[in-house]
């Protein structure tokens, strides 16, 4: 009896992975989105959560640092990045690497596929060498390219883009599994056909090699790693008395040199492993955990378990309040411009038997929205009798910057024939005016000054959104996703027919 | 039992394999058939999207099998796993760490531990001198914004990889050359270091700490200030709007 239940002592979950499920959950609270298929939009979502978490999975409640870093470097052009660096420095300073190892649902996904049980790969020299990989991809992927591109007036979060197996994986894949969603499978190709790979291989390896996205790839882990002689809480090593036996090293998964350097992610396995109990769990000089509390006094081990109850009684019932704001009481986000009485999206006058709506075949919903550079408005009945594009766009989206060069090619090829417009979305961060200056557009643009006009058409938080109109007011193409010029000049010959 | 549980470990690693090409070759062969030439019209646009809801259940209907095979595999592995006694975990002391032990344990080197150490010099004279080109090739390459200037970025990313990764890979190998050749060099040291007289044990050497708390309270205070400064000038509300509004192409949609 008592050997069966030493060997399901195995197989219960320890402290730190408790912690790990409790901070997974914690980061997607938003149990709706999984049911509803939508993101989380309320004004919460302004804070970045510590660890890697994908901002655009249906469940998540906050910002992920390094998505926010991107884009905030992104648009370093128009401000500075203080908020996000501020924030990033906070939780280095505060945590370091212990977020990796114990508030990362990253982490978490990495240390439950390695369980599976087959024969692993074991740290040596090539992964040492190869852990150096994450500070060139944060160089070159998290700083160099979006700030580069921020020169063009071009947002590119690249590594998000190109390699982010968190944001395919929550964001992607979660947004896709849902049937509210089904639509969006038209708008993937070679982007989506790449990174799914590239998240396959890296999960992949993850069964095979300890945390192999956290030890060569991961530019949070990189940046966490720059604060680990500083992070107040982590695993220290009581120098006195340490005998350099090297235990703690040889018997660590990660790649590291000593105890508690920047690879370290404080798992506080080598804590048990330390014959001379020199390594223990501390936040600033308060003793969190040692091996010598388990074999200290009975009532120094209570006092201890006390403590614990109540630091778990208390972060579950933040779970809770957690739980019942984001599903139950919160509002979503408005727009700035709510409240203001707005021109916004009107019913166009029933003139025919066809209905007015947001689906291919209906009628478009009639809009007036005001223009950027011009003393006028746009009103989409004023463009009866010709193709109509509606662009819906952001200069904070990479693929809406990328994509209006071709809805201004269109402009200029079909003069008056087709009449393009490209709205802003009510969401504004930057001088839009200062933007389009900057480039010699053709075309209009309008802002949607309360968000109705493209919650008239059906969208409400991806961008880009394209829709068609043809001669008589008929939608006949309406999707969220990039275009190409080819795609514009099929979908003009489409509406024409 | 024990080697039931090896054999079926090896198994797991060959389905787990396998598992994961049939998904990557079933993502692409669902891309491939929508970029077919009878998906695409004259002007090179596809007839019907490259992916929808049917094909990729089609795609992954031809999976079931596998997955209930993987999943029938795991279970059984999970169970034999669990009558098994933990297998002992080997640890091996990295040779550096074992140097640095053995160096404070003798009174003075030999001649061949003298030897290896001129040799290791060496090798890291060599491993930068061959580095230089490779760094030198890449800061080239990413030194010329004339590179960066499209706004393809399908293009620029495609010629990124061809002219800064063979570099990298070049690196990293030299890199990897490096480090076994300072291995086994550290490893004859340490063999060489063994016959040598051993040295009383000696006080540890006190190291002057770092003034964490003032550092600490000089970060904290910058990191506030940051924040404020951050929420002041608007950078708040742009990690917002980022975080509720969904970039197609970020998360790989398209």
Redesign the interface.
Known sequence: MAKLKN?LK??LPTQRRLIQLYAALLYNAHLKGFITGN?????I??L?VPGFN???CPG?I???PL??LQ??LA?SGN?????????L??FG?TLGRTICGFLCPVGLMQDLLHK????KLSKS??T???SFTKY?LLA?FVV??PL??SL?S?P??AF???I?PA??LE??VG??SHPAN?D??????????????IL??I??AC??IYRAFCRFLCPLGAIYGLFA??A?IGVKVD??RCT????C???CPMDI?RVGDHECIHCGKCMNDCPEQAIFFQAGRITLHSPEIAASAPNVRRKYRTRRIIAWAAALLVLLVAFWYVNLYAP??QSPADGIASPSATEAPADDSIPTGKEIGMRAPDFTVPLYGRDASFSLSSSRGKITIVNFW?T????CC?EL?FFDAVARQYGDSVCVIAIH?S?V?DNVEGYLARFDYLMPFALDESGTVIQSFGGS????QTVVIDENGIITYNA???V?L??L??LIAQAAQ | MAKL?RY???C??VA??LL?LA??LQ??A??ME?NSPENL?D???HLS?????ET?SAHLKALRLPFLAYAAL?LI??CV??FCP?AK?K????A???L??LK?RVTGLTEDAQREEKLRKRIGWLACIALLPCAAMTLVY?GN?EH??S?D??QV?GSLIRHVFPY?ALT?LI??AA??CL?RSMEREAAALKSAPKAASQP?KE?KP?P?TA??IA??A??????????L??????????????????????
């Not at chain 2, 640890?91 to 990295?94: D, F, I, Q, V, Y």
Request: proline share 5%; hydrophobic share 50%; charged share 15%.
């Open positions: 060997r195995r197989y993101i989380y939009t309320g004004k979502k302004a970045c994908c901002y655009s998540a906050g910002a992920c998505g926010a884009n905030a648009a401000r500075a990045p203080t908020y996000v660096l501020g924030i420095l906070l300073l599976l049980p087959t024969p020299r090539v040492r060498v190869l060139a070159l160099i390219l580069w591109y063009q071009l590119l979060p998000c883009k190109y982010c944001g395919t964001g992607a947004l896709l089904a969006k499978f038209s708008m993937l190709g070679i982007l989506f056909t790449r990174k799914f790979i396959l291989l999960l992949a069964v095979f002689r500083v107040v120098v006195s350099d036996c090297g235990r090293v040889s018997r040199n979503g986000t952001a904070w989206c990479t693929p990328n060069p979305s969401l961060t938080t991806m961008l880009p969220v996703g990039s190409t080819e795609k000049e099929s | 549980l079926l470990r090896i797991m690693t787990t394999l994961v998904l990557c993502c692409a669902i891309y929508g019209s002007s090179g646009v999207p490259v992916f929808s809801v990729v795991l592995t999970l796993q669990a933990p975990e640890t091996k002391l990295p550096k760490y074992r640095h032990l404070a990413l914004g960066f200037v706004w970025l399908e990313m990298l990293l890199l990897v480090s076994v291995d540890k190291q770092l964490l550092l600490r970060l904290y910058i990191a506030a200030v940051l924040i404020v400064l951050g929420v000038n608007g950078g708040l509300y742009d990690v917002l709007v980022k975080a509720i509004n969904i970039c197609t192409e970020c998360i790989g949609l398209g």
